[in-house]
């Protein structure tokens, strides 16, 4: 392997810019997890996958060669395409997340301070909260009203306003109660400073009540409500040789955009194969379209039914005989951060897909440790296929450690093992990312969904 891999692209750099441009769209236009989901589901359905809702009431089956898709609640999405072999013989999955970290409204975020109408929040993930200041940020979510109505909610992009967060003046920063660090508290969005004349109280909420009003929006419909404010404006090409990627959200919908891309290019595979794209990873995987939820192991009920295979001794073993890529990103060797990490062991850049065969902290604690019998089938696909890979860690030994759903679906007894992007100033508004890992990654997870590993 070449040590910066544009060396190996010298002749083919079109071919990588091509595919990453699809990619930057695609960020910046999908910024939440129902975002991403309908956009899996049209691209799904333009490759001919069928919703199994559907395929259930009209009493469909499903053969070899077929191609469908469930969606759990809008925010997570399972597309298999069916194998020859018997689905106990198992399924080759790639799974990423496609919830991002972000600022969410409250339930009942509107209130006046000052002269302005604000929106309280409450934060959703791991972020350095300093990061999210002073910084234009759109709206974009749902509300359903009690009817059961949706109103789909997106304000702040293109030219559109924003909102935003204020910060303190440097100057006014070296009193006594000098503050180190944002609290939770503190990331209130400022929404507006106009008053309603006619208001007897409140004239600044009133005023943006109106506002709302006119979307068919009141005041008690944000608790029936997903509001995420998110980085407004569009993914970039970074660098001056336009080599990187800059955007918002790239943890984890770098895995999600190139796993469910190389999906698209399977035709009568083998083994049944799967792309899982999940929500609330970066809570914890929890609730109902978390990777804990049994949701997915329920979908594969539905799909073995449809192909007349199953029975809970043939769903074990599916399940147990299963392949797993755990597509999540991990984080880069930084310049500027050198110390945090061990540059000899760690990711780089321009060195193509990450393998972190455990993550975890302090003593890999929390860590899915992947099999090297695993692991050295995979080197032999992926060096069959010539892709490009890199075996990594994530930082020092003790300096930090993070998680992602491997541990979670290594719990049916299935081979799993992590591998991604790798990521600068991951959790950070902008994230950024290297234009031929992208490619490479997707290139590695064709050639994982063709693998045989029995
Ligand atoms: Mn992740
Ligand atoms: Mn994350």
Same mark, same amino acid.
């Given at each position: 392997?070449?040590?910066?891999?544009?060396?190996?692209?010298?002749?083919?750099?079109?071919?990588?810019?091509?595919?990453?441009?699809?990619?930057?769209?695609?960020?910046?236009?999908?910024?939440?997890?129902?975002?991403?989901?309908?956009?899996?589901?049209?691209?799904?359905?333009?490759?001919?996958?069928?919703?199994?809702?559907?395929?259930?009431?009209?009493?469909?089956?499903?053969?070899?060669?077929?191609?469908?898709?469930?969606?759990?609640?809008?925010?997570?999405?399972?597309?298999?395409?069916?194998?020859?072999?018997?689905?106990?013989?198992?399924?080759?999955?790639?799974?990423?997340?496609?919830?991002?970290?972000?600022?969410?409204?409250?339930?009942?975020?509107?209130?006046?301070?000052?002269?302005?109408?604000?929106?309280?929040?409450?934060?959703?993930?791991?972020?350095?909260?300093?990061?999210?200041?002073?910084?234009?940020?759109?709206?974009?979510?749902?509300?359903?009203?009690?009817?059961?109505?949706?109103?789909?909610?997106?304000?702040?992009?293109?030219?559109?306003?924003?909102?935003?967060?204020?910060?303190?003046?440097?100057?006014?920063?070296?009193?006594?109660?000098?503050?180190?660090?944002?609290?939770?508290?503190?990331?209130?969005?400022?929404?507006?400073?106009? &008053?309603? /004349? *006619?208001?007897?109280?409140?004239?600044?909420?009133?005023?943006?009540? +109106?506002?709302?009003?006119? =979307? @068919? %929006?009141?005041?008690?419909?944000?608790?029936?409500?997903?509001?995420?404010?998110?980085?407004?404006?569009?993914?970039?090409?970074?660098?001056?040789?336009?080599?990187?990627?800059?955007?918002?959200?790239?943890?984890?919908?770098?895995?999600?955009?190139?796993?469910?891309?190389?999906?698209?290019?399977?035709?009568?595979?083998?083994?049944?194969?799967?792309?899982?794209?999940?929500?609330?990873?970066?809570?914890?995987?929890?609730?109902?379209?978390?990777?804990?939820?049994?949701?997915?192991?329920?979908?594969?009920?539905?799909?073995?039914?449809?192909?007349?295979?199953?029975?809970?001794?043939?769903?074990?073993?599916?399940?147990?005989?299963?392949?797993?890529?755990?597509?999540?990103?991990? &984080?880069? /060797? *930084?310049?500027?951060?050198?110390?945090?990490?061990?540059?000899?062991? +760690?990711?780089?850049?321009? =060195? @193509? %897909?990450?393998?972190?065969?455990?993550?975890?902290?302090?003593?890999?604690?929390?860590?899915?440790?992947?099999?090297?019998?695993?692991?050295?089938?995979?080197?032999?696909?992926?060096?069959?296929?010539?892709?490009?890979?890199?075996?990594?860690?994530?930082?020092?030994?003790?300096?930090?450690?993070?998680?992602?759903?491997?541990?979670?679906?290594?719990?049916?007894?299935?081979?799993?093992?992590?591998?991604?992007?790798?990521?600068?100033?991951?959790?950070?508004?902008?994230?950024?990312?290297?234009?031929?890992?992208?490619?490479?990654?997707?290139?590695?997870?064709?050639?994982?969904?063709?693998?045989?590993?029995?």
């Amino acid at each position: 392997m070449k040590t910066n891999l544009w060396e190996n692209y010298k002749d083919k750099k079109a071919e990588v810019f091509d595919f990453c441009e699809g990619y930057r769209n695609f960020l910046s236009n999908n910024k939440t997890e129902r975002e991403c989901t309908k956009f899996a589901i049209s691209v799904a359905e333009k490759n001919g996958f069928k919703n199994l809702e559907t395929l259930i009431k009209e009493n469909k089956k499903l053969k070899a060669g077929d191609k469908v898709y469930a969606v759990n609640m809008d925010k997570s999405i399972a597309m298999f395409i069916i194998g020859k072999q018997a689905f106990e013989n198992g399924i080759n999955i790639v799974g990423a997340h496609i919830d991002s970290p972000r600022i969410d409204l409250k339930a009942k975020p509107l209130y006046e301070s000052q002269g302005f109408c604000m929106l309280d929040t409450h934060y959703y993930g791991g972020i350095k909260k300093y990061q999210w200041t002073a910084s234009p940020l759109a709206l974009h979510g749902v509300i359903v009203k009690k009817d059961g109505k949706k109103i789909d909610f997106v304000m702040g992009e293109n030219d559109d306003a924003v909102v935003g967060i204020s910060d303190l003046l440097p100057h006014l920063e070296k009193g006594p109660e000098k503050k180190a660090e944002f609290s939770g508290e503190d990331l209130n969005l400022i929404a507006g400073n106009m &008053a309603k /004349v *006619d208001a007897k109280e409140n004239k600044f909420k009133a005023f943006i009540l +109106d506002i709302l009003k006119e =979307k @068919g %929006i009141e005041e008690d419909d944000f608790f029936s409500a997903e509001i995420e404010a998110v980085p407004a404006g569009k993914a970039r090409d970074f660098g001056l040789d336009r080599s990187m990627i800059i955007g918002y959200g790239q943890d984890d919908r770098v895995c999600a955009y190139t796993g469910l891309m190389a999906l698209m290019k399977i035709e009568n595979p083998e083994y049944t194969v799967c792309n899982l794209l999940v929500d609330k990873e970066e809570i914890g995987s929890v609730g109902a379209t978390g990777m804990h939820s049994k949701w997915f192991e329920n979908t594969v009920v539905e799909v073995m039914n449809l192909c007349g295979q199953y029975s809970e001794l043939a769903l074990r073993r599916t399940l147990n005989r299963s392949n797993m890529l755990s597509s999540d990103v991990t &984080a880069a /060797v *930084d310049p500027n951060f050198t110390a945090a990490f061990n540059p000899a062991t +760690d990711a780089h850049f321009a =060195k @193509g %897909i990450s393998f972190n065969k455990f993550t975890g902290a302090y003593g890999k604690s929390g860590a899915n440790d992947a099999n090297p019998e695993f692991i050295a089938a995979l080197r032999n696909q992926l060096d069959k296929e010539k892709v490009a890979f890199q075996a990594t860690e994530m930082g020092k030994v003790d300096q930090g450690g993070g998680g992602t759903i491997a541990y979670i679906m290594a719990k049916f007894g299935m081979n799993v093992i992590d591998a991604g992007v790798p990521v600068l100033n991951m959790h950070a508004r902008w994230e950024i990312t290297s234009k031929v890992d992208i490619y490479e990654t997707y290139r590695a997870y064709v050639a994982f969904y063709n693998m045989k590993i029995k």
